[in-house]
């Protein structure tokens, strides 16, 4: 549920819009009515918010000047206006502010609702993205390359829950390995290297329509993929294709097929050169899960404050990111997303007894959207972390109001 606010001098207005969307769009949560966008940014200043309904002409302070203040210090959050007045120079303004959308009054509702919902899947875009029937596609080729199925039976029971089409021997294909080189645009790459997996997946899909392609693991700065075919084994140049890669994406990189395979029965004995994904196998016994959970943790709390992603983690414990994303969650009961935010508002809450700004709290404790950390840490304490300091530490803040 996305934390919204509604800013506007008209009571009916407020009103009204309020009470539509709490009727109509459950996914938002109406955290506050305001008269001016002054009474608003105060609370901006202490309240996750995520989307902002702001009417133009108000006292004290306007919907543009209010804009302002959110697209300078509150990028995370989208702003909608509301105005009755359509000269073209406001909408530019607006536009300029990073307003998302500018509505006319009297409202048009099913407008207002169509705008809700873009916001609302742009803020989705924004969570940890995790998609189950990928994960488990890629895991039935690891157990398949690792020789973790005991026969054909086993392998087709497994590929029958996917969401495949055809049978386990309807498939060709073959192991691919993409090696990255750094370059300027690898060096400023900034969304962490599950991300990084993503697009490269994502560009290999849009220039091999023709076939099927999922991720394996990476090692290092080598990325390993399946190429699947339902007719003749895949057939594609890799200088070609790292080439057309580059212009695509601008990674310097080169590709190689490892080996080929007529059906995937045989995938496990074509692996050989993928030999070191073997070590994506579970560990073999109960002491051994023991001393990998106790590892993965330790290098949680080591580095929560860092820009830590799964993979980061499955590296220091020598386990895919698919296989430890599944292996953690069965022996702590906990998603690593989970785990890692908990570790993160631990810190957090200890933070808030010092005398450090709630800003440089959330950049301590691995946040750079200070939108997700209030979010988060609100959902953890029940307590924005100002209401945390003054509410159950007894500590007041002088600046606290201005810092944000």
């Known amino acids: 549920m996305y934390p919204l606010i509604i800013v506007d001098d008209e009571e009916i207005t407020r009103i009204a819009v309020s009470g539509y969307i709490q009727k109509k769009h459950p996914e938002f949560r109406v955290s506050g009515l305001f008269s001016n966008g002054a009474d608003a940014l105060r ?12 009417d133009i002409r108000m006292p004290r302070m306007d919907g543009l000047e209010l804009a302002r203040h959110i697209y300078e210090s509150h990028p995370g959050v989208l702003t909608i206006i509301i ?4 000269e073209f120079e406001y909408a530019k303004k607006a536009i300029h502010y990073g307003v998302v959308n500018y509505l006319l009054k009297p409202l048009d509702f099913e407008e207002l609702s169509q705008n809700l919902n873009s916001a609302r899947k742009h803020l989705d875009s924004l969570l940890p993205e995790t998609d189950v029937n990928e994960e488990e596609i890629q895991l039935f080729f690891l157990d398949m390359i690792g020789g973790m199925l005991k026969d054909a039976k086993e392998a ?14 309807d498939y060709s294909g073959c192991l691919t390995a993409l090696t990255l080189e750094k370059n300027e645009t690898l060096t400023q790459w900034k ?10 997946l994502n560009g290999l899909r849009m220039l091999l329509p023709d076939y099927s392609v999922y991720h394996l693991f990476r090692s290092g700065m080598r990325y390993y993929f399946v190429v699947l075919s339902t007719g003749q084994i895949p057939a594609f140049l890799p200088e070609e294709l790292g080439s057309a890669l580059y212009h695509l994406l601008h990674f ?4 190689q097929i490892l ?27 109960a002491g051994d899960d023991d001393i990998v959970i106790k590892k993965a943790m330790s290098y949680i709390q080591a580095h929560f404050q860092d820009d830590l992603t799964r993979e980061d983690v499955a590296d220091a414990v020598f386990l895919s990111s698919a296989y430890f994303s599944r292996f953690f969650k069965q022996k702590t009961g906990m998603s690593f997303i989970d785990y890692l935010t908990t570790v993160r508002m631990q810190k ?12 440089e709290i959330a950049k301590k404790v691995g946040y750079q ?36």
């Open 43 to 54: 609370f901006l200043r202490e309240n996750p918010v995520s989307v902002v309904i702001t």
């Open 83 to 86: 105005s009755g007045y359509s």
């Open 156 to 169: 087709a029971e497994r590929f029958e829950q996917l969401s495949l089409e055809g049978t386990v021997s």
């Open 191 to 200: 969304y962490g290297r599950e991300k990084l997996a993503v697009s490269l």
């Open 252 to 255: 310097d990189c080169s590709l």
């Open 259 to 285: 080996s080929s395979f007529e059906n995937l029965e045989a995938l496990s004995v074509t692996s050989a050169p993928l030999e070191e994904g073997r070590r994506s196998s579970s560990p073999e016994n």
């Open 348 to 359: 957090a809450v200890e933070l808030l007894g010092t005398r450090m700004k709630v800003g």
């Open 369 to 404: 959207s200070r939108n997700r950390f209030f979010i988060n840490f609100r959902l953890y304490t029940g307590y924005t972390p100002t209401e945390y300091r003054r509410q159950i530490l007894r500590m007041e803040d002088t600046h606290e109001e201005t810092e944000e």
